[in-house]
């Protein structure tokens, strides 16, 4: 340990030694349910925050990305317009089956992330935040999606349906409380002790055209 204080001393730097964690589609919105990406890649207003802050930014991974699919959440997709289909009056059969597989690769996440933040503040930086997205089912902080309600509405979604359906559908589904996977890092966070502050990004005002800046 001495060692490391020494080094650290030694090879000081021009780093700033602040940290913040962002969901991953503030980065890279590619990975947005379908009809929900507002940019062509990063949420530009917040990055910029960012840079200007002198802050380092650390990409948590897409947990719907992990548990759902793949990019396009491909298992999702497959009550989508499914309305007079066997799978759509299964929905409420097969829902807790996909939360509890969910749960299980959002807390594997969770803890991985958690230990990151850990590393960085026992290597003396200061993380400043986590950055979810109120709106998501899995990174609202605040408020998320009612996932029995999302899936009725989207398995009657018709063939006609497009980005401005599928945003009315999130609107209509918008609950209060945090996302499964931001329940589970802040639940880790706090059983560590790690005492860092948790902001949210408002999907539904980036969806108007009017994300207010957050405190960073």
């Known amino acids: 340990m001495a060692d490391v ?3 650290t001393r030694q090879l000081d730097d021009k780093r700033s030694r602040r940290i913040v964690f962002l969901s ?11 009809g929900g990406a507002c940019r062509p890649g990063a949420v530009r207003e917040l990055v910029q925050a960012c840079l200007d802050s002198g802050l380092g930014i650390v990409q948590m991974p897409c947990p719907e990305e992990h548990a759902w699919g793949g990019v396009l959440k491909r298992r999702l997709l497959w009550f989508f317009g499914s309305k007079g289909r066997l799978r ?14 969910t749960r299980r690769v959002y807390g594997k996440i969770a803890r991985q992330v958690a230990d990151q933040v850990a590393d960085y503040q026992s290597s003396g ?26 899936l009725e ?4 979604l018709p063939p006609t349906a497009d980005a401005g359906d599928m945003n009315t559908i999130i609107r209509a589904c918008l ?3 945090s996302g499964i996977f931001l ?12 005492g860092v502050p948790f ?9 108007q055209g009017s994300a207010a800046p957050l405190p960073l």
């Open 175 to 177: 609950a209060e409380g």
């Open 5 to 7: 204080r020494r080094w």
């Open 24 to 34: 991953h589609c503030l980065l890279n919105e590619n990975t947005r349910y379908l």
């Open 153 to 156: 509405l989207v398995g009657q």
């Open 88 to 101: 759509y009056w299964l929905r409420n059969v097969l829902l807790p089956v996909l939360l509890w597989y």
């Open 199 to 207: 902001l949210a990004h408002d999907l539904i005002a980036e969806l």
């Open 125 to 150: 930086f200061t993380v400043v935040g986590i950055v979810g997205v109120d709106g998501s089912p899995s990174c609202g902080v605040r408020r998320t999606i009612d996932m029995k309600r999302s």
């Open 183 to 194: 329940e589970l890092l802040r639940k880790e966070i706090e059983r560590r002790g790690l």
